[in-house]
């Protein structure tokens, strides 16, 4: 029994929140139960404070005509447009087309997203929607443990105390995508996603290649200058300008014939 109980909190699902590690345990019958009664509690709430329910909000888009054909027109478009368009990001084979295509798929998700908002932003203030998220709220403080498996908040009310909002949204939304059946990194896993990893690999392994050519070619140069410097020092031969440019040795006065013969010619001597 001690085994069973041990491998079920192994399994379980976890997130991390401000270096904190949290599971998440799958609801007790108890639990729905609960739910479903903080949903009812909401909900008739919601009708007598006056909140409009989905279908009178329906109506209300439908004659301002937020809603309706063209609108539905349009979504359909942008949804045809993401779906051309994620083709083609499968298909790209070029690191700048598949970058390329990345951003454009990522562009029209967004347009898609924000022309439904059209419809789910007004949607959110219904007495379902109201009710829904107080259903969600009531399954977080249960299905949210800690390592040992204890709750993480002992009741609904210390849930709704909660100081750190941080941790209760994110707590919130990873019970929303387990309820849903997605997983925590479901956004990370989108086409675009992916291929903008698979950009970011391929300019990182081009990135090392030309590091290591550079590397190599500094190893080369740090070699023959080492090379350079203990070879032997050749004094440089004088160059013809040099020896061009060196003063010759002055040379002796050259002496005349005549100059010769009256330095040997005897003085005058007076006549007796």
């Known amino acids: 029994m001690a085994d069973e109980k041990q491998e079920v909190q192994e399994n379980r699902r976890m997130f991390e929140f401000n270096k904190q590690t949290y599971y998440i345990a799958a609801p007790s019958a108890e639990d729905i139960r609960g739910a479903d009664w903080q949903y009812s509690k909401t909900y008739t709430r919601s009708l007598i404070e006056g909140i409009t329910t989905s ?156 590091i290591d050519e550079l590397s190599q070619q500094q190893a080369e140069a740090d070699a023959k200058a080492a090379s350079e410097e203990s070879a032997p020092e050749v004094p440089d031969e004088e160059s013809p300008k040099d020896q061009k440019e060196k003063p010759k040795p002055r040379a002796k006065p050259r002496t005349t014939k005549k100059k010769a013969a009256t330095s040997r010619k005897k003085p005058d001597t007076k006549s007796e």
């Open 55 to 210: 279908a009178e909000m329906m109506d209300i888009l439908m004659r301002r005509g937020v809603i309706g054909p063209e609108f539905e027109q349009r979504r359909r478009e942008l949804s045809n447009t993401l779906s051309e368009k994620v083709v083609n990001l499968q298909t790209a084979t070029e690191i700048d087309e598949k970058q390329a295509n990345a951003i454009d798929v990522a562009n029209s998700r967004e347009e898609l997203f924000n022309w439904n908002q059209r419809l789910n932003g007004p949607m959110s203030n219904t007495c379902e929607q109201m009710s829904d998220d107080a259903r969600l709220e009531y399954l977080t403080s249960r299905m949210v443990e800690r390592e040992d498996g204890t709750k993480l908040w002992e009741t609904y009310d210390e849930f709704l105390k909660e100081k750190s909002q941080g941790l209760a949204i994110r707590a919130r939304f990873e019970i929303m995508l387990y309820l849903q059946g997605m997983d925590s990194d479901f956004i990370e896993q989108t086409p675009e996603a992916v291929a903008m990893r698979e950009v970011e690999a391929e300019l990182r392994v081009k990135a090392n290649i030309v």
